[in-house]
């Protein structure tokens, strides 16, 4: 029998849930779980962070410098508090010592105060530095260095080796450059300017990325937290299934659904398939989905959450600030490429049921979409309140997030009560369990911020590193490797950003990669005469660094998929990005096609036209790569489907191939929508034919 959405998962999904909960803890969280009355050190530190963050847009007037050291200083001191040295438990002698899992070591409270200390010492003696930019004492130099190296160190713990590793390889070219090859040769920096520029100025370890963080990205993740403790994350799954759990691979499509529900508030896919797949993998496989099939269609939307605006991985921020353009715009120029990448996956699913010959749930097993909708409809205030502040008033996402957070606080008071009130219990008991989700909220929103905080402080070596004078060799070299194509450069860079990926999370791969080659795809664009606008770079670079979160053999999001569908992580993995090869072709297709990012696109017909024939390209390119449409594909029709999702996405390549008039343009996303019906109408007859035969035999 299949199991309602709103049950409990059996006790096997049940062991698969709590797998995957201890991967999202290791890779986003902390997982040292200090008992006795040290368990509450961390949670009253991440709860002063959160009401510290809440209080600058709204009651503390502070230096930005001071803003940036404070929000260092909380998060370096949690990481060490929060992640052991060595994350496999050791037994006995100095490795049993560092890897201690339920109690802090004196080791790990001196290197968070130390390093808390030097994070705030550009904010406490910030009039003396500022008086001797450049000519650093001595005691600044050692300082400085302290702060270097327990980053390095805290961001091993909290996000693993690759980022440390990458930013050290930074470090030692700056000093060594002179005796490198000629073609890599750069002239160096003395320590003293290192220093400088890394630890007391705002080009390095407090530049812009932690900025962003601190002022803006904090709040966006305290939303989502106090979201989900409200309850938000289980009622976009039922939403979900008593929307479409019922078709043909309904609990997939309801998967995705949810998915991208979840993804407008979370930044991270390693918890949305945590909140969504606990529900969604279980009902997959018991309607027909093969396990690691049912994990990668969960890994596949999951990641593809941190496309959804506004939060989009707590990239978009970061995006905005980098290009000097408003947020919203960047909202803008993502939101088609978004929606498209999810209504292609949703087909997708509908493809591999089609092929599985599955169906959906029995309309009894689902929850019934009015009382479903009713009952949760207050989550959508909230919601609704940040885009309303955000599109509408237009204001700055720090106050629109604030303002939402305050309105989805006293939503979260009031619904307990009602709720008592509604069921006859007693109020105060609810009253207090309302307190106790904010308070909830604000734990997980310091503990969630933890690693992103100590992530852009990472990329920010690696930042101001590049700014001294390297980012012109980096020009250079790639240039050569490239030969000057803009496709090579391109792929380069795609390459790079998913083996980056492997080991960083996407906000610090977006910065890296960002900083790095961004610069260089507008200036290759420019010589080979296409002007490349730089959202579509960053936007370019943004998505392969998502994903990078399902490629095989690091993919966090498909391990804890896979624990919980009990599935082989690197089949799931590799299924979940053979789904997300869609999302791959998208950065191509918007480099060369700026209309699918809204650029210079003014009227409303346009933008329906954009979005008709993007849904339309997908969905061919769907067909090709899961070589089925009505039916299985022959092999002229795939190269017809793929000829389809060329002529649409990319439409100035026919005209320049047979020297058209550029004025049909215009005319030839029309002729892939034709020529994706006629596809249509062949698999059509063929389906007839088939269906025919055995009923006349």
Avoid at 272 to 278: A, E, I, Q, S
Avoid at 446 to 473: E, F
Avoid at 543 to 552: K, Y
Wanted: charged share 10%; aromatic share 10%; proline share 6%.
């Amino acid at each position: 029998m299949v199991r309602s959405s709103t049950e409990s998962p059996p006790v096997q999904g049940q062991e698969g849930a709590d797998e995957a909960q201890r991967i999202a803890r290791e890779a986003e969280i902390g997982f040292r779980e200090v008992t006795g009355f040290r368990r509450w050190i961390i949670p009253t530190i991440a709860v002063s962070w959160s009401l510290f963050q809440l209080a600058l847009p709204s009651v503390i007037i502070l230096n930005t410098v001071y803003i940036r050291a404070i929000h260092l200083a909380f998060a370096i001191s949690l990481v060490y508090l929060s992640y052991p040295a060595l994350k496999r438990p050791r037994r006995g002698g100095i490795l049993g010592y560092l890897s201690q899992r339920h109690r802090f070591t004196l080791l790990d409270c001196g290197l968070a105060a130390v390093a808390a200390f030097s994070a705030l010492y550009i904010a406490l003696f910030w009039v003396e530095l500022s008086g001797r930019q450049g000519s650093p004492l001595t005691r600044d130099i050692v300082i400085g260095i302290t702060l270097v190296l327990l980053l390095l160190e805290a961001a091993r713990r909290s996000l693993g080796p690759t980022i440390s590793v990458v930013a050290g390889l930074f470090i030692l070219y700056s000093f060594f450059g002179p005796y490198m090859p000629s073609v890599l040769a750069f002239k160096g920096v003395s320590l003293s300017r290192f220093i400088s520029q890394m630890t007391i100025s705002t080009e390095g370890i407090y530049g812009v990325p932690l900025d962003v963080s601190a002022t803006i990205v904090f709040l966006f993740v305290l939303f989502g937290s106090m979201l989900d403790k409200a309850g938000a994350g289980k009622y976009f799954v039922d939403l979900a299934f008593s929307l479409l759990g019922r078709f043909k691979g309904g609990p997939a499509k309801a998967a995705v659904l949810a998915s991208g529900m979840t993804g407008l508030v979370s930044g991270s896919s390693i918890a949305n398939v945590v909140t969504t797949g606990t529900f969604t993998i279980p009902l997959m496989k018991s309607v027909g989905y093969p396990a690691y099939k049912a994990g990668a269609v969960e890994v596949a939307c999951s990641t593809n959450g941190q496309l959804m605006p506004p939060i989009m991985g707590a990239a978009a921020f970061i995006i905005a600030e980098y290009c000097n353009i408003p947020y919203i715009e960047v909202v803008r120029a993502a939101f088609i490429p978004a929606i498209l990448s999810y209504i292609a996956l949703m087909y997708i699913t509908h493809l591999e049921a089609s092929k599985l010959g599955l169906q959906g749930l029995p309309r009894e097993q689902l929850p019934r979409f009015l009382p479903t909708f009713v009952r949760g409809v207050h989550f959508l205030i909230p919601l609704a309140f940040l885009i309303y502040e955000l599109v509408i008033l237009r204001h700055s996402p720090e106050l629109s997030a604030f303002r939402a957070i305050v309105a989805l606080a006293l939503l979260i008071l009031i619904q307990n009560p009602l709720m008592a009130l509604f069921q006859g219990k007693p109020l105060g008991p609810a009253i207090l369990r309302g307190f106790g989700q904010i308070l909830s909220a604000l734990m997980a929103g310091g503990r969630n911020m933890m690693g992103i905080g100590v992530a852009v402080s990472t990329a920010g070596i690696i930042v101001g590193v590049v700014t001294m004078g390297l980012g012109g060799i980096i020009n250079e070299v790639v240039a050569v490797i490239s030969g000057g194509n803009l496709i090579a450069i391109l792929c380069l860079t795609a390459v790079a950003c998913l083996l980056l990926g492997m080991g960083l999370p996407t906000t610090a791969n977006y910065i890296v990669m960002a900083t790095l080659t961004a610069p260089i795809i507008v200036k290759l664009g420019a010589e080979a005469g296409l002007q490349v606008p730089l959202i579509a770079a960053h936007l370019f670079v943004f998505f392969f660094g998502i994903l990078a979160d399902d490629t095989p053999p690091v993919g966090l999001a498909a391990f804890a998929a896979s624990a919980i569908a009990r599935s082989d992580p690197v089949r799931t993995g590799i299924q979940g990005f053979s789904y997300d090869i869609r999302t791959a072709l998208l950065p191509f297709m918007f480099i060369f096609n700026t209309d699918l990012l809204l650029l210079g696109v003014q009227t409303v017909p346009h933008v329906i036209w954009i979005f008709f024939t993007g849904i339309i390209a997908m969905f061919a390119f769907a067909n090709a790569t899961q070589n089925y449409f009505l039916t299985r594909n022959r092999w002229y029709e795939g190269i017809l489907l793929l000829v389809v999702t060329l002529v649409i996405l990319r439409p100035s390549l026919p005209v320049d191939l047979l020297d058209l008039s550029p004025g049909l343009r215009t005319y030839v996303p029309l002729g892939g929508v034709l020529l994706y019906g006629g596809v249509f109408l062949l698999q059509k007859a063929r389906e007839g034919t088939s269906a025919k035969g055995p009923q006349e035999g």
